[in-house]
């Protein structure tokens, strides 16, 4: 069975950081890309980040880039989202997903086929 589990949400104040760990089993973690993506309430699900775990390769949506880090452990199929300089606009719950991404990476959520059940992130003023 495919499982992605999310975790290391919590609080924390802006400017602060938190690193948020994407636990991948049942599949073949190369194969696929790893994404994270965020939903605040009210708002669409957006991705944030994707990264291709055979080379290392990131992509950034505009809204993060400079201040979010994402990684690869592929010895333990963990992919590993750090975040710096924390804003209260960044609260939300976080999730990773799994997708096979023949033609690059890219964040939309349609292209991503397995989902974890998300962490929390709240950012204090």
């Known amino acids: 069975d495919v499982q992605l589990q999310a975790s290391g949400g919590g609080l924390v104040q802006a400017g602060g950081s938190l690193k948020l760990s994407c636990a991948a089993s049942?599949?073949?973690?190369?194969?696929?890309?790893i994404g994270w993506f965020r939903q605040a309430p009210g708002k669409e699900r957006e991705g944030i980040s994707c990264i291709d775990s055979t080379d290392g390769s990131t992509l950034y949506d505009d809204s993060v880039k400079g201040r979010f880090t994402t990684s690869s452990d592929n010895a333990k199929n963990t992919v590993y989202l750090q975040m710096n300089s924390l804003k209260p606009e960044d609260t939300a719950v976080y999730y990773c997903a799994a997708g096979f991404l023949p033609y690059g990476l890219q964040l939309g959520l349609r292209d991503f086929d397995y989902w974890g059940q998300g962490t929390l992130v709240t950012v204090s003023s």
């Open positions: 049942g599949f073949t973690f190369g194969d696929y890309a």
